[in-house]
């Protein structure tokens, strides 16, 4: 087991966001191209939603065996921590970026169900490395 290292914990964090954010962001892209058209996006996010926790828990399972990060409370909310803040910054920047949202925009939208409904997945995804052990 490795020591108390909270630049290990950042890293897990940057790591586990980027495995999920490149997942979501496929799954993401069929969500919003092919099934909230056809189903709406409320209905679209509540089939998303399980696949993409399913994702969190695997990666993060991962990561936390790939970088062997103690199961110190501090370093595991830590690194989900880092890993939530750096799936905002990534999700506004693409909101911003591609399709021009502003700030308040982005904000406004999670308070809409689908939106709430995504930061209730995004929360759970942060606290996963507080709850999981490695796999």
Not at 3 to 12: D, K, L, M, Q, T
Not at 63 to 68: A, E, S, T
Not at 116 to 129: K, N, V
Request: hydrophobic fraction near 65%; glycine fraction near 8%; proline fraction near 5%.
């Amino acid at each position: 087991m490795s020591a108390f290292n909270p630049g290990r914990a950042i890293v897990a964090g940057l790591v586990y966001f980027l495995l999920v954010f490149a997942a979501g962001f496929a799954l993401g892209a069929v969500r919003t191209l092919f099934v909230a058209p056809r189903l709406g996006e409320t209905l679209a996010v509540i089939i998303e939603l399980p696949l993409m926790l399913v994702i969190s828990w695997i990666a993060c399972g991962a990561v936390l065996k790939r970088i062997d990060l103690p199961p110190q409370i501090f370093l595991r909310l830590l690194m989900g921590a880092c890993a939530f803040v750096f799936l905002m910054i990534a999700e506004f920047a693409l909101a911003h970026f591609a399709f021009s949202q502003s700030i308040d925009s982005f904000f406004a939208g999670l308070t809409r169900t689908p939106g709430a409904l995504g930061l209730a997945g995004q929360i759970a995804f942060a606290l996963f490395p507080l709850v999981r052990r490695a796999a």
